[in-house]
């Protein structure tokens, strides 16, 4: 009881000395700067703590697999790469490479058709391509999954090649603790500060799923490295929303997992490696593109994807408010937890990027920092404009 009046002869202090409004800044910042390293030791922190090897095995060793690929353009680049990195994996179990042409390049399909002499594992399927009736990727991977011949699928894209010989060893362990697989893509490194934005951007969004993901409340995954089966695929009767041309990495993953069937592959040789055909205005137009799908997201992982960014935007602004206006001993703590926080973020996206194999985070780290706010901004306003390419 004594220690209330003198609590309160402080408070009182501390009102006349800062105003009520340098008070409420005061408070602000506190409470982003715990929000904030809430997300990075917690949130973030199951991704880095997960081991997949806690999960039972439901089967007792790899199974066969049908890595399923839909071709669109005549990509001889594709056919001389990325394809032979896929049918050149090394894997125990039987495993099948199934490319779904679709196009009317007769030499191509030709030449494609000649990688199975190399190849046995190669199975080409085509589909005649007539502008009048078009065919999105969905169709097209609809009736990969249909040909192939194992029971377990993997996806990917003409895009990506997996970083590792190993990546279909991991990926098919990982159907021995899960009936859905999700593995990381990252963008291939390149040299120059546009390349290194991109790559943290890629991370920092793959950081969200994956964390709700290894909690067991998975709402998507990358387009380019996942998983399921065919009795999954054809217990919900295939793809959802078909009114769309995306959609198979986050609004069919979400209809087919549950709490205890997503095996979460965290290991830098079970990564895949994307191309980047582009610089910022490509990304940000990629990333619009797929955003398209983002309002029929679950409001839980809406709301986990804005707080994070939200909370880094106005702590920022009170951080840089309470450095510019307020008294010495005021910036000095403000500039204290602005350090504090940065250190901890540095920390836990330094140990995830170590868990799926990103090298050279650290060092311009306080870059991506800095300018990721002003890119999520310029996504948002450019999500008021409907992308008319995600829609058939």
């Given at each position: 009881i004594y220690l209330i009046p003198k609590f309160m002869q402080y408070i009182d202090y501390i009102v006349q000395h800062y105003s009520w409004q340098g008070v409420a800044l005061a408070v602000a910042i506190l409470v982003l700067f715990i929000v904030q390293l809430y997300y990075y030791i917690v949130i973030y922190g199951r991704v880095a703590g997960f081991r997949t090897s806690?999960?039972?095995?439901?089967?007792?060793?790899?199974?066969?697999?049908?890595?399923?690929?839909?071709?669109?353009?005549?990509?001889?680049?594709?056919?001389?790469t990325r394809l032979r990195t896929l049918l050149s994996q090394q894997y125990q179990a039987l495993y099948e490479v199934v490319v779904v042409y679709v196009g009317a390049d007769n030499d191509f399909y030709e030449e494609l058709l000649a990688l199975r002499l190399h190849y046995p594992n190669l199975l080409v399927t085509k589909i005649q391509y007539n502008p009048r009736f078009p065919i999105s990727t969905k169709m097209a991977i609809n009736v990969g999954i249909k040909s192939a011949r194992h029971e377990h699928i993997l996806l990917t894209t003409t895009d990506a090649e997996p970083a590792s010989e190993q990546w279909l060893a991991?990926?098919?362990?990982?159907?021995?603790?899960?009936?859905?697989?999700?593995?990381?893509?990252?963008?291939?490194?390149?040299k120059g500060l546009v390349n290194y934005l991109i790559r943290l951007s890629r991370?920092?969004?793959?950081?969200?799923?994956?964390?709700?993901?290894?909690?067991?409340?998975?709402?998507?995954?990358?387009?380019?490295?996942?998983g399921f089966t065919k009795e999954l695929y054809f217990g919900v009767k295939?793809?959802?929303?078909?009114?769309?041309?995306?959609?198979?990495?986050?609004?069919?993953?979400?209809?087919?997992?549950?709490?205890?069937?997503?095996?979460?592959?965290?290991?830098?040789?079970?990564?895949?490696?994307e191309r980047q055909w582009g610089g910022l205005k490509w990304w940000l137009s990629h990333l619009h593109?797929?955003?398209?799908?983002?309002?029929?997201?679950?409001?839980?992982?809406?709301?986990a994807m804005e707080w994070d960014v939200g909370s880094q935007m106005l702590f920022f602004l009170a951080t840089v408010t309470a450095l510019v206006f307020m008294p010495l001993e005021f910036k000095a703590v403000a500039a204290l937890l602005l350090l504090i926080r940065y250190a901890v973020v540095v920390a836990r996206v330094s140990s995830v990027a170590k868990r799926v194999g990103e090298r050279g985070v650290v060092l311009r780290y306080f870059l991506f920092d800095l300018i990721n706010p002003l890119m999520v901004i310029c996504l948002r306003l450019a999500m008021m404009r409907k992308d008319s390419t995600a829609w058939k």
């Open positions: 806690r999960r039972r095995n439901h089967l007792q060793q790899e199974p066969a697999v049908s890595v399923v690929v839909s071709l669109f353009p005549e990509d001889y680049d594709y056919l001389d991991m990926m098919g362990k990982a159907f021995m603790r899960g009936d859905v697989v999700l593995g990381y893509t990252a963008i291939e490194r390149k991370l920092h969004i793959s950081m969200a799923w994956l964390a709700r993901a290894v909690s067991g409340r998975t709402y998507r995954g990358s387009r380019c490295n996942l295939g793809f959802t929303h078909l009114n769309m041309n995306i959609g198979e990495n986050d609004l069919f993953i979400q209809r087919i997992s549950t709490l205890d069937n997503v095996s979460v592959v965290l290991i830098p040789k079970g990564t895949m490696v593109h797929y955003a398209e799908a983002y309002r029929y997201y679950p409001i839980g992982a809406r709301n």
